[in-house]
């Protein structure tokens, strides 16, 4: 069955993956990031390859932003099947570097923006006796290593907030978190802290695509009604 699929953080790595994934199975995706330029290109990608795509600029730090890309999608399509949280950062560094600007920029997009897209889908699933959360943590929600400490925590608060909405939702709506390991991306490219970005070298020397990720997302977005996935960690074989 085609569902409406909103996916944040959809101009690169996994969430430009799952869109192509998702529209490949058939499904309409609604593109959100804050890069326009990217989103169209993906969005003429899907076409061309004869599936469907709508684009907005989003920015997930901002309430207002995410519930207007969400109540777009609904009075586009007329329903909202899958909110895909994709959207995150993660500039590593240690707590002594004091990058306290890159601390409140973590937070803003891996935890508050997670809550936004909360809030925004939230009634339209509750409305509609049907929708689907699907949350990408990472493997840092369930450990920390050094340079990791806030990008950690904001994980394990994403992954402790989906937890939370799975056990308050309604039985209609399913919930899932898939956390990743190590996957290609542009994710290490916002790291500015040198002593950060030197532990990266040896940390990503086994990658899984993003892809890989896309395929876990599709597989609990497939399962019959009746069948929640609710949790995956996803990582490569060689990483321990």
Do not use: C
């Not at 709508?54 to 901002?62: H, P, Q, S, W, Y």
């Not at 992954?159 to 309604?170: K, N, P």
């Amino acid at each position: 069955m085609s569902k409406v699929v909103a996916v944040t953080g959809a101009s690169s790595g996994i969430g430009e993956a799952a869109a192509l994934r998702l529209a490949a199975d058939g499904h309409h995706v609604v593109l959100g990031a804050r890069r326009e330029d990217r989103l169209t290109s993906l969005a003429e990608k899907i076409r061309a390859a004869g599936g469907s795509a709508d684009v907005r600029r989003l920015d997930v730090a901002d309430r207002h932003d995410v519930a207007a890309f969400v109540d777009a999608a609904v009075d586009a399509h007329g329903r909202l099947d899958v909110l895909v949280n994709n959207a995150g950062l993660m500039p590593l560094s240690r707590l002594d570097a004091l990058l306290v600007d890159e601390w409140d920029r973590m937070i803003d997009v891996n935890v508050r923006g997670l809550l936004h897209g909360i809030v925004a889908a939230l009634p339209h699933f509750q409305r509609q006796h049907s929708g689907h959360f699907v949350t990408v943590a990472s493997i840092a929600a369930h450990t920390v290593s050094p340079t990791a400490a806030v990008y950690a925590g904001t994980k394990h608060a994403a992954w402790a907030i989906t937890e939370g909405l799975r056990q308050e939702a309604d039985p209609s709506i399913r919930v899932t978190t898939i956390s990743p390991g190590v996957v290609e991306s542009e994710l290490a490219g916002t790291i500015t802290d040198p002593a950060a970005q030197a532990l990266m070298v040896g940390y990503r020397a086994n990658t899984i695509p993003a892809a890989a990720i896309a395929d876990a997302i599709a597989y609990a977005i497939a399962q019959p009604a009746d069948v929640d996935v609710n949790e995956m960690i996803i990582r490569p074989t060689r990483q321990r």
